[in-house]
């Protein structure tokens, strides 16, 4: 069993990979933005920056989601902003099956003119907040570093193939 987790700042297109690696992957998808407590949104809707605390509930259900989820399937697909190592670790520890992060990348002023042109509770103000809290992931984390600025149908190959020879190597 193994997790793929769309790891990125708001804006940065982890629904819209996720949602199409799930279908490429025949594998379920969850939407990380959906474990959100009611009071974290408010937060957010208000531009108030969630700090950790905020995040550990929310982190704790997508992790019980997820690990429902692979009871009946050997792969699922999660966006979550993952910003921070310790939420990554979070994530690992709650998830219980190797997880492979992938992070999202993009120019700024392409995030910025997704967030002002979707009707989301995150506003674009807290996007330089989530640019500093961002630490990058590094290679223990088992991840993948894609650009946002290419193709969709472009990142869901370049994706799905490592993910298909990780399920041979591993026979996931």
């Known amino acids: 069993m193994v997790t793929l987790v769309l790891m990125g700042v708001s804006g940065s297109g982890?629904?819209?990979l996720g949602r199409a690696l799930a279908a490429a992957l025949a594998a379920p998808f969850l939407e990380g933005d959906d474990f959100h407590p009611p009071a974290n949104i408010a937060k957010m809707s208000s531009g108030i920056a969630l700090q950790d605390e905020d995040r550990w509930p929310w982190l704790d259900s997508l992790g019980a989601a997820v690990r429902s989820v692979l009871q009946e399937h050997t792969l699922a697909v999660v966006s979550c902003s993952a910003l921070k190592r310790r939420y990554r670790d979070r994530l690992r520890?709650?998830?219980r099956t190797?997880?492979?992060f992938i992070w999202i990348t993009a120019p700024v002023d392409l995030i910025s003119s997704r967030m002002?042109?979707?009707h989301h509770y995150m506003p674009e103000s807290?996007?330089?907040s989530q640019i500093a809290a961002l630490e990058p992931p590094d290679a223990t984390e088992c991840a993948l570093c894609v650009e946002a600025t290419q193709p969709i149908e472009q990142l869901?190959?370049?994706v799905t193939e490592r993910v298909e020879s990780l399920r041979a190597s591993y026979r996931i």
């Open 126 to 128: 807290l996007l330089i």
């Open 14 to 16: 982890k629904s819209t």
């Open 93 to 95: 520890s709650e998830i």
């Open 116 to 118: 002002r042109h979707r």
């Open 98 to 100: 190797p997880l492979m």
């Open 156 to 158: 869901v190959g370049f």
